[in-house]
């Protein structure tokens, strides 16, 4: 059981750690805020609200693998190398689409209700 909760500590450190060296961990916490915020105001139904969070937990999860990626190929290549660019560029790759993708959701979800239209 110890080892249990231990091991979510080091999680816990691994989240921190992302939070405090990635500028775009903390963007993407803040469009989950102001997403959530714009869920309660229109009341989504409970199928938007499991898209919305479903989305996050995608980006969330990608940044998290980023970060890892990035401080693995800085152990092991500290020095420029073509094929460390191209790890570290698919990284962010895999990022870039899961961002898109919450956003391409968000419009779905929330454009008509800005608008006042059925979806
Ligand atoms: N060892 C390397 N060899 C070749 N290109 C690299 C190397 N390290 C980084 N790069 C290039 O620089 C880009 C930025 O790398 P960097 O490690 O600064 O990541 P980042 O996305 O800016 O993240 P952060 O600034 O949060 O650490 C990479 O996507 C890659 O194209």
């Known amino acids: 059981m110890g080892k249990f909760i231990k091991s979510f500590g080091y999680a816990f450190s ?27 105001w229109y009341s989504l139904s409970p199928a938007e609200w ?8 995608i980006v969330l999860i990608t ?3 980023n970060t890892a990626i990035e401080v693995l190929v800085d152990l092991v290549s500290p020095d420029i ?3 460390a ?18 956003v391409v959701i968000g419009l779905v979800i929330f454009i008509p209700k800005m608008f006042n239209y059925a979806a």
């Not at 989240?15 to 869920?39: D, P, R, W």
């Open 14 to 40: 691994g989240l921190v750690y992302a939070f405090k060296s990635q500028f775009n961990f903390k963007v993407h916490i803040l469009a989950l805020f102001v997403t959530g915020l714009a869920g309660w």
């Open 50 to 57: 499991l898209w919305i969070i479903v989305v996050s937990g």
């Open 63 to 65: 940044e998290l693998l």
């Open 81 to 83: 190398h073509p094929k």
């Open 85 to 102: 660019k191209i790890i570290k560029d698919a990284a962010a790759a895999a990022v870039l689409v899961a961002a898109l993708t919450a």
